[in-house]
């Protein structure tokens, strides 16, 4: 999941700078990142983060394709 998470992470931070204010929302989240550790709770924060980033995607997407919402 690390390297998932970077990966969306980035591709956050991309498409903030590539289309600025598309999705503002993503840029909060991506700057509120957790630190990455081998606890648990680290672990649980990070699980929780990338949810947040991937439920706040789905929304900006949905968004896109429909103005309305």
Request: charged share 25%.
């Amino acid at each position: 999941m690390p390297s998932m998470s970077r990966r969306r992470a980035q591709s956050a931070t991309n498409l903030q700078q590539t289309h600025p204010g598309y999705c503002s929302e993503l840029a909060t989240i991506v700057r509120d990142r957790p630190a990455t550790g081998e606890t648990k709770s680290t672990f649980d924060a990070q699980n929780n983060w990338y949810n947040r980033l991937s439920d706040q995607w789905v929304h900006c997407e949905a968004r896109a394709a429909d103005p309305t919402k």
